[in-house]
């Protein structure tokens, strides 16, 4: 604890490139914290104050790594979690080790399968699918005999890529060797042929952009993360209500998690689901083009049926706003209602996905190494993906709870995608986080009357203040 001394002012800067951002931080301070300096102006780096809450770029990080009495926002490393695929060989090696002291995971189920891979052009494939990629050579080979609705699909995602850039899906080896042609830069006679066809002015240079929205170089993009694509989502369809019969539509959780020192994991009340503008159809391939957007829910690349953008706020909606609407399957026919969904299965998803979380955090910070550096005087919220699915095994015409799949973590989430009425939710939540997290550091006493009682520790599966503790933990050298 680095207590701040009587009537003294903390100092704090707090600086987000979002106002939407900044001003539900500093709204959050002002609230809670009862005598406060706040800049928004960058500090300097030798004398920086004892609060930092930034975008990670624009924060002092020297003076905090050797002084435990300063506080900030973002571990200094942490790649192990929000690079897919550091994340992917994190976790691989965690469940290796508990598979090695017989300890159940939930990772064993909330992760899919994948591969992860270091490649810069094609023609490296041939290589790595008899060697490292030999179970996903099988399963490609596999689906050749298969019609396209019963094969085994494949999701691909460069390791650095954020906002949905490079994500593919394939089915067979000649469809990921076209999704890696597609990534090479172009030969010295392609540029020069391109170049003149610019200054002729037959390339739309508008156009070209557009259509390169989540196009990528493997020169520029060498990791990358194959994982199998999670069959049997959960769908809704977000006009249920209407005449028109049900059409189901694809979404992800965002849930937005707040980690400790060293450590402490807290699981935000505050979850959202983020839908895909286009009804959910299985992967299929027309004329050689594969559609993604019933497929791809990132708010930054939703478009209707159309090709027309769709709000933001048309397509989000609280996870706990879910209670009452039918929860959909995808059938050959159509669409079949699962079932209702009801509090309890809120309430059991949300404990699913506070244990893959919790567990995450736990593998990177035993087995992330150098890349994840848990430190006592800082925090951080992430904001954390998941994708819901039916159970194989789930009864037809039954709601079953279901399964929990990490998608991603993300570092400086942006919260701008909550939308306007979310916003006194996001406050709340903010205000959380300095009673959580910046209060006690400082040994400011931030409880009321009538919330004494609350000082003590809280233990694992206790809610306060809209943050539930998830997970908690020490940093150790080894198991």
């Known amino acids: 604890m680095a207590v701040v001394e009587n009537n003294a002012r903390l100092s704090a800067f707090v600086n987000f490139p979002s106002p939407y951002t900044q001003s539900l931080l500093e709204r959050a301070l002002v609230a809670v914290l009862p005598a406060l300096s706040l800049s928004s102006s960058p500090p300097d ?17 020297d003076v905090p790594r050797h002084d435990a009495r300063f506080l900030i926002s973002s571990y200094v490393y942490r790649k192990a979690l929000i690079r897919k695929h550091q994340l992917h060989t994190t976790v691989a090696e965690y469940l290796a080790k508990c598979e090695h002291r017989g300890v159940e995971s939930a990772l064993v189920r909330g992760m899919p399968k994948g591969w992860v891979l270091d490649i810069q052009f094609a023609d490296e494939l041939d290589e790595m699918l008899m060697d490292d990629l030999y179970e996903l050579d099988a399963g490609m080979r596999e689906n050749e005999g298969r019609e396209e609705d019963e094969r085994a699909w494949f999701i691909l995602k460069p390791g ?22 597609e990534f090479e830069p172009p030969s010295s006679d392609e540029e020069d042929e391109e170049e003149l066809a610019r200054h002729t002015g037959e390339i739309d240079l508008d156009a070209e952009e557009e259509e390169g929205g989540t196009a990528i170089l493997t020169s520029h993009m060498r990791h990358f993360v194959i994982q199998e694509y999670v069959p049997r989502p959960v769908l ?5 209500g209407s005449d028109d019969a049900l059409l189901g539509q694809k979404f992800h959780l965002r849930a937005y998690v707040l980690v400790t020192g060293a450590y402490t994991v807290h699981l935000a009340h505050t979850m959202l689901a983020l839908f ?8 299929r391939n027309v004329e050689g083009e594969l559609d993604l957007r019933p497929h791809l829910t990132n708010t930054c690349l939703q478009t209707d049926a159309f090709g027309q953008p769709v709000g933001e706020d048309d397509l989000v909606r609280l996870f ?4 009452a609407a039918t929860a959909l399957t995808r059938t050959k026919g159509g669409y079949a209602a699962a079932g209702v969904v009801d509090h309890a299965w809120l309430e059991a998803t949300f404990a699913k996905v506070g244990d893959v979380v919790a567990e995450t955090v736990k593998a990177g910070a035993e087995c992330g190494s150098f890349n994840l ?3 006592e005087n800082a925090f951080e919220i992430f904001g954390v993906d998941l994708l819901l699915s039916h159970p ?6 039954t709601l079953a709870v279901p399964e929990v799949s990490l998608l991603e973590f993300n570092a400086s989430p942006d919260f701008v995608q909550s939308g306007d009425a979310l916003r006194p939710r996001l406050l709340d939540m903010f205000k959380g986080v300095v009673r959580l997290a910046i209060a006690p550091f400082f040994g400011i006493d931030t409880v009321d009357a009538e919330e004494r009682g609350t000082e003590e520790d809280m233990v694992l599966g ?6 539930r503790l998830v997970g908690k933990g020490e940093v150790r050298g080894g198991w």
């Open 45 to 61: 780096e030798a004398a920086p104050p004892r609060l930092q809450w930034a975008d990670y770029d624009l924060l002092a990080f």
């Open 160 to 181: 650095f890529a954020e906002r949905g850039q490079g994500i593919r899906m394939f089915s067979t080896e000649d469809e990921l060797r076209a999704i890696f042609e």
């Open 236 to 240: 809704f369809d977000l006009h249920e």
């Open 276 to 283: 895909s503008g286009s009804p959910y159809t299985p992967p």
């Open 320 to 323: 706990w706003d879910l209670e």
């Open 373 to 375: 550096q848990l430190m």
């Open 392 to 397: 194989a095994d789930a009864a037809p015409d």
């Open 462 to 467: 206790e809610e306060r203040w809209g943050w």
